[in-house]
């Protein structure tokens, strides 16, 4: 039944699945206010392939069965898998008005690196997870499933290790293991898109030590699995006029607090139990998976800010003035350094296991660059748009005739642009960087697939320093 | 009967003011549900003079007569009365959570300025502007008011002048002469604390050339007069839960888009009328002191920055790693970066006919680095605070039992800081960083008090240069 | 007899040519102490092509007729011509310890822009350049010549146009035209390395109006050419230690003020002639290919600043510290975005009239972000060495046994280095950093191959805006 | 005999100290070559006393005694003290042209700093320290001594203490202890002006432990005490060209690595003696009077920059275009800020035993914006220059008339300045900027009284955390 429509999509999120709001237990997250619509935006991936003008990007055929999947099912083995792969994520996020869709992209990262780890904890330790990994891919890939991954846990107090802190739950635990299977306890935070996903994988946050051994888990459970709770964030939720906020009156993202609460879980879904040496491989393999997805998809939010700032620049008729020549200039670098060095990921990529990986240090120097850069971004986009930003008129008083005249007179541009359009694009530039959804695009610069000092400890680990110090030698003559 | 109490502030709002919101016409301002959460804001002002703690720094008695009046009206004659004068503004702004109260003190600065200008005009021009300020002063004074400053015309096309763009009314201008006084036409725009003040002050936003002669225009009007509509923003308002949004929630002020559809103004009122040779400076004038407030009423904002950043690194165990310390370190320089620079400023006064006037340089750079810097420390803020800024559980959540007890156990700190604390300072950091207040904020920070770019204009063409040069030729030996 | 040795190369220097150095008349080029070195680092180019190791990069085989050239005239027709000549470029630096060869890299970018510019003229009016431009190439190759480029005119008041200026020779310029060639007269700045070149290109540095006419003018001299005299700069001379400046001491480039003093070209030799509207471009395009050039060249300089601070941390005993761990990352980040860049430029490149001209805006991106970080590198790699940069013994101190026998004792570092390397390490780094050919190396990321404003302009107008402007209308709905 | 002439001075330098410079003893200091010109330079402090126009300046008189003595010893008491103290070091270093002339300096700072340590230990543990300081404070000042100060040490591998080394000697230490004084052994890196000054002081570099016992040692002793000797620093030596190198060819300070090969140092010399626990906070204490002198000598090679950017600008005729304003205005707020600071770190200052100490976040502040902006100045100052920083003719040049004219017409630059008088601008900024003095100055920038991390550090332990840890717990409601 791959590629599923998206009607079909809605029903399997009609499960029985514990989700909190704002204090109450929500019965149908398709009908929610909100959770409603962070559903239809993850739609758009299932209305995709079935879009003529989309089916070749979103579409692959298996070469072996003949049959259709979803192309994030596809398993990278060269860098135009890779490069393709990008350009799914990009135009999906394109659609969706630069907020990822995320329901196959994040799984499927999971999902490459538990093939590249289960076969390593197999060979080292005798153990037998990558059949699972492997039946478990392939359920995901045949359902066409939408997919979560909980990683980052609650973490008490940073600087200690799972097993020193003062409460013992403050990473996600094996609490019990039995004959069928094992139970677990603890909480993830800012889990993304479980209200409207089906399976939720669950993976380690960091390298562990023998004492933390309890908290080397990994498995895969469906949302609607007894005792998993979620307590959605409501944060952002809203806006409901498309005038005022075109962007978060149509997208949405729901992160939760997901709770394990002695969860159940049959061995054929276990797909890590103890293994501690694995725990920070596994956690590390997959964030440089979600890294190249998320380059991938900062794209089309790279994009809009550049094109926005373009226009509002000429709706102000500034923009031949020097320091705003100056303030387009490093927004158009800034945008196009990261697409090229997303590019060159997938380019210069290496084959681990018959899985093209893209190139860590590319990866995640864009990161960087991408996160490092953002709010600088913001500052020049704001500065070049005006106060309007946040003292503008509302799509109430276009409408009301006693008050839109003024409006439509007064708030005119350059270039005979009316009074309507420059508000809508002083609103979009609103929305994209000075609210509850600017804040939200902001945040996730930062945090999301890792944090800043993640990308830079990965860069410093992973960079070849005999090359350059041999150099060095030679010149220094030593 | 200076001094007003709140109660008598609130009062005078009553007066059948022309304000819109969200495309209706409000009928008291004091008790709308938004516009009201903006007049309890300002009423700290009044509320300070009757309160012992805060009476001395927010009373003075005038030498002459000997009563008593708002500090804010005693014009700055030495350094110290500019350091008293910041430091009032410092402690309003602080009562107001970061917000500037802003009702006294925009409407002085205009004050400050048209007494200099106007003494300037009639001593040049021979007209007789001056005492019409003095009499203005006095009014205000003494009946303790509100007042407002409308300067940003809404401009068209930023390239050109006043009388070379499409529309005639893209600046205010004066369309009427009559023997007891003037008609003005047009729109200002982002003029803050209109709807709750009782005086609108209305100066020039530029320099003008002869042909912009009846652009050349200011004035001083009840809020109530006839023509003058309010075209308020909706922008941030809607945040009703003080868990959420410990700010933003009690804490408020309101802009508007500000019609003048052929508003008669006295001539006891009219404070240019023509005189294009002065508006510049008019302009320039109040701005500087404006500047002066704003740098002022930053500080408590740099604060919050820097002690919710302490805080929140304390609560997650990383106060001892070596990228969080970078990162307080430089908050603390710059926050105190831009304390240090707002004493310069009053220290290094100079005396224009009788005023004591900031310093225009360290105005300027104190302003120039606040705003240049302001969205590297939102990122720093953020980095430091984490995900949960944007996807933490609400405050129903932690209410409700069923989800309460897990926010308590999962979401606690380092030190046995408890889940509700922890969320507290992240919902304060929230508010203050990624949400509708945060964008407000970074806006003003780049656009009140004018942009990062007529700030670097001011430094470039106020600096002595020939100081420098001869040093440098005479090193040079040329 | 293409492929020259060392010695044929030198041979070819004794030629007449008028060189000044210091006040003095410079009888043989090859000899001098000073040029002398800018010969044998010349050489490098020479010497690599009769190197087993080097044969298979430096040498190319002519498909039709099979002889062998150097490399560096291969003109490029697919991404992989682009990539190896880059290695080529970056391999010779790299043996010239960070400094460019340059005798080969910049007359080949002058010629592939020639070919395109000259065809652009012959089709458009006519004349008959390209098979000049053919000529003069086959020559150059045929004889395996050093060619040198002088573009920059001395300009006089940079505000101003040529035909504007106060004076009418500050830009080249023809002053005669006769049956059998044109007269030139005028004189180009900071031309690199025409003390020890054969031939040299002049082409125009800026777009021009009909007015400059005669400031439209191209050719190719030899550098014996008479009237032509060339001034060079003393800057950075007489390092002769190379314990205290391993690279200064080996490596240097020569830059003349180089003298049109009514210099006949004959006609074969006169590549462009009054066609005003084809300056820009000229001047553009060759700057296009020699930027490509310049990032390729960057590459061992920015290694060897990453590899020496890498070392230095090691020697010091600091590696480990956070804030050096954060220095390392961002010199990492920073050599490794511009080589990915400069590697995206050659695979993302354009098919030319045949050639193949890397990307422009990769190109410029590249070289902006090169540019602009290059201080913010060098205040980190100085940071990590320490004061003894500027304030360590010399080569005589550890040689004489009274004062040696100390430095060995107390200046070794950590792990066992010893006194004598730590100082190697540190005169590398001061050489690189902080003195002549420090700054040297500063002022050339700055200016060489353009400023970054020049940059800037190129990455702004190449800009495909309308692709990003009409997303950013689609989202705002207008 | 206060207020020695320069002969006086000179002489007192000829007194048989061991001092070798590139491998030679040098006989005479003040006749030196090299040396002789930081002579020259030092002097400049011993001929302003002489000076009618800076004596007031320069001199003050005891208030006790009526005696007349160099303003240096003066042991600031109040605001006036630190602020003519800053405005004096400031003068002196604007005629050694940016340089600083520190004989009196340093050995002040490290006096004030003395006495107030001095003063604890015997209140903490009954030493008798106190009366030495005075007594040797009375005999600098009544000889009017010129005063080096010794404190870094060689360190080895930083990230161990003193006795953690694999070398005992890597810090100066106490190897015997005899009735009459102690032996000391160990050597000091890049200590100034050890050739021309008359006494040396010796203090400790870090917080020490109790295992450290030997390493906690101050002292005071002729600079020709038997066993003293020193390795001067051949760095930036030879500029003879005041056309070419206008500063440095006139000012030079020397560095020495000055070696303590068992020195006996007399009791009443002895200033520490084991007192560990003192380490740190003499090292810290003196640095912060240090650092005041540091920001205050740090203006005028701000305003060199600023001045001569400004004239260059001019004469290039750039300075209207947008970038070159940009870059103006960076300088002159950077300039500015730390002038500013400067001013605050003297107005704000405390009382501690009687001695008026900057403020020390003030002063940190500075000195941290001062060199962590130093090399972007550098690259706007480059920026605005041109290539001709390294690439133009010398003096000699110049002067020969068949180059001379050739310079004279096409070095020209706009507004009629001349060749000769743009070269020399040229020259003033590449002796500035890029050649071995430029690189000085860089380097003391980050590190020359403390690197740009031991400020970062003084910042973050000194700040008043609790002010804003209360403001943020209020305001979130904790």
Redesign the interface.
């Known amino acids: 039944m791959a590629l599923r429509t998206v009607e079909q999509y809605k029903e399997s999120l009609r499960d029985g699945r514990v989700v ?1 709001f ?3 237990r929500v019965e149908d997250v398709t009908k929610h206010p909100v959770i409603g619509i962070a559903v239809n935006h993850a739609a758009i991936d299932y209305a995709m392939a079935h879009q003529p003008e989309h089916r070749d990007l979103t579409v692959y055929r298996d070469p072996g069965s003949g049959d259709e999947y979803s192309r994030y099912f596809k398993i990278p083995r060269v860098s135009e898998d890779l490069l393709k792969r990008s350009e799914l994520i990009e135009t999906s996020t ?1 659609l969706g ?2 907020l990822v869709v995320l329901v196959k992209e994040i799984g499927t990262d999971c999902l490459f690196a538990l093939h590249l780890i289960a076969k390593q904890m197999d060979e080292k330790l005798g153990t037998e997870y990558l059949p699972r990994v492997r039946a478990l891919y392939e359920h995901c890939r045949e359902n066409d499933l939408a997919m979560a991954v909980a990683q ?1 846990d ?1 973490k ?5 290790g799972p097993a020193e802190q ?2 013992p ?2 990473y996600v635990r094996v609490v019990d293991r039995r004959p069928g299977g094992i139970v677990v306890r ?2 993830k ?2 889990t993304s898109i479980t209200p409207n996903a089906n399976e939720l994988f669950v993976i380690p946050t960091r390298n562990l030590t023998e004492a933390d051994k309890d908290y080397a888990v990994s498995f895969c459970i469906p949302l609607n699995t007894p005792g998993l ?1 979620q ?6 939720a ?1 806006h409901d006029s ?3 906020h ?2 978060s009156s149509r997208h949405k993202m729901m ?3 997901t ?1 394990f ?1 002695d969860v159940f879980v049959p061995n054929e879904r276990v797909l890590m139990n103890g293994e501690w040496q694995f725990a920070g491989a596994l956690a590390k393999t997959f964030v440089e998976f979600h890294r190249f997805t998320a380059i991938s998809y900062k794209l ?1 939010l790279l ?2 800010l ?3 700032s ?2 509002i620049a000429e709706q ?3 923009e ?4 705003v ?2 303030k ?2 490093w927004l ?2 800034y ?3 990261v697409r ?2 997303t ?2 990921s997938a ?2 990529c290496t084959l681990k296991d018959g899985i093209a990986v893209p190139d860590t ?2 990866v995640n ?1 864009a990161k ?2 991408f996160a ?1 850069n ?3 971004a ?2 020049h986009v ?2 070049l748009t ?12 276009l ?2 005739p ?2 839109g005249k ?2 439509e ?8 642009v009316s009074g309507e ?1 420059r508000l ?2 002083i ?2 530039i ?1 929305d994209l ?4 959804f ?3 695009q ?3 610069a ?3 697939e890792g ?3 993640a990308e ?2 990965t ?2 680990r992973e ?1 070849d ?1 005999e ?7 030679w ?4």
Do not use: C, W
């Open positions: 909190y704002r204090g109450h394109r008005r630069t980052t609650v008490g107090d940073r600087s200690r003062d409460h739950d403050y603890g909480a935070v800012h709770k307590i959605a964030s409501p944060y952002g809203g498309r005038f005022n075109p962007i992160e939760t607090l709770i609460d089309p994009d809009l550049t094109g926005s373009l226009l102000n008729g500034i031949r003035a020097g320091h020549r100056e387009l200039t158009i670098s945008a196009e350094t090229m060095l590019k060159m380019i210069r240090a590319a120097i960087l660059h490092s953002y709010h600088q913001l500052m704001q500065d005006g106060g309007l930003l946040v003292t503008g008129p509302g799509e109430e008083d409408k009301n006693e008050t003024y409006i007179r007064y708030l005119g541009g350059a270039a005979g359009h809508r694009m609103n979009l609103s960087t000075t609210g509850d600017g804040g939200y902001a945040t996730l930062i945090h999301a944090s800043l000092e830079k400890l860069i410093l960079y320093r090359r350059v110090k041999s150099y060095a030698r010149v220094a003559g030593v």
